[in-house]
């Protein structure tokens, strides 16, 4: 039987929901893929945080993020990210 493989998507969710709270940098994110997973490049990274705040993802990410979102904002030529549980945005 063929073990389930995590996806990058899915490493940066739960990341990100356990710093609920806190605004992660996108560099901090793109390091953490490298080093734990030793096979993404940083750009891999970068690209699926885009797609996670744009809505793009896996049924399984859905699930991880139980009714919450991942947001992002620009500061000083950076990027943050941030899990917002369904409380904070409404």
């Known amino acids: 039987m063929k073990q389930y493989k995590e996806s990058l998507k899915e490493k940066i969710v739960e990341y990100l929901i356990s710093r609920t709270g806190h605004w992660v940098n996108g560099g901090e994110i793109e390091k953490l893929a490298m080093t734990m997973t030793k096979r993404y490049k940083a750009s891999c990274a970068s690209r699926r945080c885009r797609e996670l705040v744009n809505g793009d993802m896996s049924r399984r990410c859905k699930d991880l993020l139980n009714e919450g979102i991942i947001i992002k904002k620009i500061e000083k030529g950076s990027v ?3 899990y917002k549980t369904k409380i ?3």
């Open 80 to 82: 943050w990210y941030r």
């Open 88 to 90: 904070e945005w409404n």
